[in-house]
Every structure is written in C-alpha cells, then in structure tokens.
C-alpha cells in the first residue's frame, strides 16, 4: 500500500521517511494542501527505473529498425559477434 505523507513529514520525520523508503524499498508519496507534491524514493530505486527505461527506449529502437530493414541476423552470428566484442575489449 503507497505511503502518503504531508510534505511537513519530510522536514519533521525524515529519518522515519527514509526508514520506510530503503526498508520497503517503495516510494513515498508526499502532499502539499492536500495535493499531490513530491515522491520521496532510494538512489536505488531511482536507478532501478532509470535503468529499466533504458532498456524500454533500446527495445523501442531495436523494434523500429526490425520493422523498417530487412536485414537479419542468425543466433550464432549475434553471439559470434558479441563474443568478438567482449575480446576486444578485455585485449584492450
């Protein structure tokens, strides 16, 4: 269940914020006069949706350029050619 705190909780509470924002690893919900104003949230939780949109934006490419090339790529020549590049890059 989200947490929805008055935004006064930050300033008033934090170490009870913070507690329950790396504890239950979710975000706080803080308000303002009754409104929505801010979500308090880990680095790592931050980093885990940064990072997951990534990888949605890279899917969303990988799927435009499927549909727009007829240019195709067989299992072992993907990972021939990743396994070149992780050599290369362990020579360097």
Same mark, same amino acid.
Do not use: W
């Given at each position: 269940?989200?947490?929805? %705190? ?10 009870? &914020? ?36 990534? &990888? &949605? ?14 240019? %195709? ?13 992780? %050599? ?5």
């Amino acid at each position: 269940m989200p947490q929805i %705190r008055p935004v006064s909780d930050l300033r008033n509470h934090f170490a009870e &914020i913070s507690r329950i924002v790396h504890e239950n690893n979710e975000p706080v919900f803080l308000t303002k006069n009754g409104y929505g104003d801010m979500v308090v949230m880990s680095i790592e939780q931050y980093e885990n949706i940064q990072q997951n949109q990534e &990888i &949605i934006m890279k899917l969303k490419e990988a799927e435009h350029e499927a549909d727009t090339s007829k240019e %195709r790529y067989s299992h072992s020549e993907v990972f021939n050619n990743l396994r070149m590049q992780i %050599r290369n890059k362990s020579d360097q």
